[in-house]
Nanobody
Framework: VQLQASGGGLVQAGGSLRLSCAAS????????MGWFRQAPGKEREFVAA????????TYADSVKGRFTISRNNVKNTVYLQMNSLKPEDTAVYYC??????????????WGQGTQVTVSS
């Protein structure tokens, strides 16, 4: 599986962005998908995940109520809708695919990352 993230950019605090992650291959709908982020000088952290069916989602406490993860298995794409953005959301955002399931915390494939910058 190859993953291509896009949709990042510069936005003012309080604004919105929608990230997309397009996957290659015909087995996309067998993978749980996740979004992670890494800010300068910090470790990569979990943001959100969605199961292969799209029926179940999980979020980091820091983004609950502001971010929404979803997927379209026909388009082989996972999305991250980010609302009410804060300067502390500034990071490179990565999408990832997990064959064993997002609950394992183990991801097998990673995208290249897309930069999100939130100005105050």
């Amino acid at each position: 599986v190859q993953l291509q993230a896009s949709g990042g950019g510069l936005v003012q605090a309080g604004g919105s962005l929608r990230l997309s992650c397009a996957a290659s291959g015909r087995t996309f709908n067998t993978y749980d998908m996740g979004w992670f982020r890494q800010a300068p000088g910090k470790e990569r952290e979990f943001v959100a995940a969605v199961t292969w069916s799209g029926f179940s989602t999980t979020y980091a406490d820091s983004v609950k109520g502001r971010f929404t993860i979803s997927r379209n298995n026909v388009k082989n794409t996972v999305y991250l809708q980010m609302n009410s953005l804060k300067p502390e959301d500034t990071a490179v955002y990565y999408c990832a695919a997990s064959k064993g399931g997002a609950l394992t915390g183990l991801y097998d494939y990673w995208g290249q990352g897309t930069q999100v910058t939130v100005s105050s």
